[in-house]
Nanobody
Framework: QVQLVESGGGLVQAGGSLRLSCAAS????????MGWFRQVPGKEREFVAG????????YYANSVKGRFTISRDNAKNTVFLQMNSLRPEDTAVYYC??????????????WGQGTQVTVSS
């Protein structure tokens, strides 16, 4: 199992930026990818971005492509999500996840506790 701890959420105005971090510990060698999902009340958790751990290949949901950038620091077992040009519709609880390569919920088997991102208009 992998333990994940997110940080970096907060309140920002539309058009602003935030950077989320996710520190991984435990059986970190066992996961092929890490990702970010987000969820608003009453809706399903949705994929935002993922990155393969070995080669650092990123992949994104269409809704964030060109605005968000996912990256990782292998030495620190940390993944980042740089969010630029934020919109009110980006408001959600953001979750870090670890597991296999993919964009579905069941591709990932370890989850963080979530961090709130609020974008005001």
């Amino acid at each position: 199992q992998v333990q994940l701890v997110e940080s970096g959420g907060g309140l920002v105005q539309a058009g602003g930026s935030l950077r989320l971090s996710c520190a991984a510990s435990g059986r970190t060698f066992s996961r092929a990818a890490m990702g970010w999902f987000r969820q608003v009340p009453g809706k399903e958790r949705e994929f935002v971005a993922g990155i393969t751990w070995r080669n650092g290949v990123p992949y994104y949901a269409n809704s964030v492509k060109g605005r968000f950038t996912i990256s990782r620091d292998n030495a620190k077992n940390t993944v980042f999500l740089q969010m630029n040009s934020l919109r009110p519709e980006d408001t959600a609880v953001y979750y870090c996840a670890a597991g296999g390569i993919g964009s579905n919920l069941d591709d990932f088997d370890s989850w963080g506790q979530g961090t709130q991102v609020t974008v005001s208009s």
